[in-house]
């Protein structure tokens, strides 16, 4: 019987459902009834300042370019045939990503079709698909939003604050990095970085709205093993 702790929101009066899969993933349903809206949260504890850390293939430190969370979010979005945003477009789910400083977040809102769109989530996070090509296409695009923000006067503020802030720590780095450190992005790195920080025991699902709490679960815990090849 799988193990299932309920939190209640004293404030809210809201309950959470959280367990923890067999491969080490947290999963949180936020109970919502009588919402028809239904969002699902793919995410990772790895931000743009794990830029020096232990690979964990190799067991050695080493040191990645600035932004390359940011670029690696860009790219789970595209596998081989298609990519996450027109699958998620097809069915009429509206989908987006982010990255901040110690996180990455992948994330769909629906009114239906709940099922397929945690389905083109999790086989978004767990088939990554790098190649020299979509790299260095990817460092384009990424080079013209780094470029555009450089023009956004409240962004500018707000990183020349924290330049002034701090002298070492890399929280005064852009997110998305600098044109000049995306350009040593290449897919070994990404690889790298995927196999370090996207394992299940570093990632949690959240799932908000009115869904039976069990079969949610057993939902994601099947397309997780479906990914795996476990099934």
Do not use: W
């Not at 743009?48 to 690696?72: E, M």
């Amino acid at each position: 019987m799988r193990n299932i702790k309920i939190e209640v929101s004293r404030s809210l009066g809201e309950s959470t459902y959280i367990t923890t899969l067999e491969n080490g993933l947290k999963v949180y349903i936020c109970k919502k009834k009588g919402f028809n809206k239904k969002i699902g949260i793919f995410g990772t504890k790895y931000g743009s300042l794990d830029n020096d850390f232990i690979d964990i293939r190799t067991r050695k430190r080493i040191k990645v370019p600035d932004g390359i969370a940011h670029f690696l979010e860009h790219k789970l979005f595209e596998n081989e045939k298609e990519n996450a945003l027109d699958m998620f477009s097809e069915i009429g789910v509206d989908s987006n990503a982010y990255t901040s400083f110690d996180r990455t977040i992948y994330y769909f809102e629906t009114s239906n079709r709940f099922e397929e769109a945690i389905d083109i989530l999790i086989k978004m996070i767990k088939e990554p698909y790098f190649t020299d090509e979509n790299v260095a296409k990817e460092q384009g695009i990424i080079s013209q939003e780094i470029s555009k923000y450089d023009d956004d006067t409240k962004y500018t503020v707000y990183y020349n604050l924290l330049r002034a802030m701090y002298q070492k720590n890399p929280i005064r780095v852009n997110i998305a990095g600098t044109i000049e450190s995306i350009s040593y992005i290449n897919k070994e790195l990404l690889y790298t970085c995927y196999n370090t920080f996207y394992s299940p025991q570093n990632m949690f699902i959240l799932v908000i709205g009115d869904v039976d709490v069990n079969k949610t679960i057993e939902l994601i815990d099947n397309r997780m093993k479906k990914y795996d090849g476990d099934i």
